[in-house]
């Protein structure tokens, strides 16, 4: 099945797919957190004047959630890198160098077919090529 539909949108690399799965665990964690506090007894427990620990709670809860931006972030900046060295011609699954290879073939590194017009409007879609 080709895509005809000029309309539909590039898919998204699964390089940059993999890396968003780092937020999976913290969203996780949060709401298993959030639900932790609508229990009467947790809640009960962590009532208390003291501001450090009503507010430090949270903060400990929601804390994954920001450290996780500095790998996704890392990573994205490394896939920048990789693809604009080679001015869009890596393979969107593991980022190898596809220069020379022509513009369709299968990945020398991971075995995906490619199709570099494809692929470059999938890195134009995520913003790692202008
Ligand atoms: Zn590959």
């Given at each position: 099945?080709?895509?005809?539909?000029?309309?539909?949108?590039?898919?998204?690399?699964q390089?940059?797919?993999?890396?968003?799965?780092?937020?999976?665990?913290?969203?996780?964690?949060?709401?298993?957190?959030?639900?932790?506090y609508?229990?009467p007894?947790?809640?009960?427990?962590?009532?208390t004047?003291?501001?450090?620990?009503?507010?430090?709670?949270?903060?400990?809860i929601?804390?994954?959630?920001?450290?996780?931006?500095?790998?996704?972030?890392?990573?994205?900046?490394?896939?920048?890198?990789?693809?604009?060295?080679?001015?869009?011609r890596a393979?969107?699954?593991?980022?190898?160098?596809l220069?020379?290879?022509g513009d369709?073939?299968?990945?020398?590194?991971?075995?995906?077919?490619?199709?570099i017009?494809?692929?470059q409007?999938?890195w134009v879609?995520?913003?790692v090529?202008?």
């Open positions: 099945m080709t895509n005809t539909n000029k309309s539909k949108r590039a898919p998204i690399p390089a940059v797919r993999r890396l968003w799965w780092w937020f999976a665990g913290p969203a996780v964690a949060t709401v298993f957190g959030a639900i932790a609508q229990i007894t947790v809640r009960n427990a962590t009532a004047p003291d501001p450090w620990i009503t507010l430090g709670i949270p903060a400990i929601l804390a994954p959630n920001f450290l996780v931006i500095l790998p996704v972030w890392w990573g994205m900046r490394r896939i920048k890198r990789a693809v604009a060295g080679t001015s869009g393979c969107t699954n593991c980022v190898h160098d220069s020379g290879l369709t073939g299968m990945c020398p590194e991971c075995g995906r077919a490619f199709d017009a494809a692929d409007r999938s879609r995520v913003k090529l202008k």
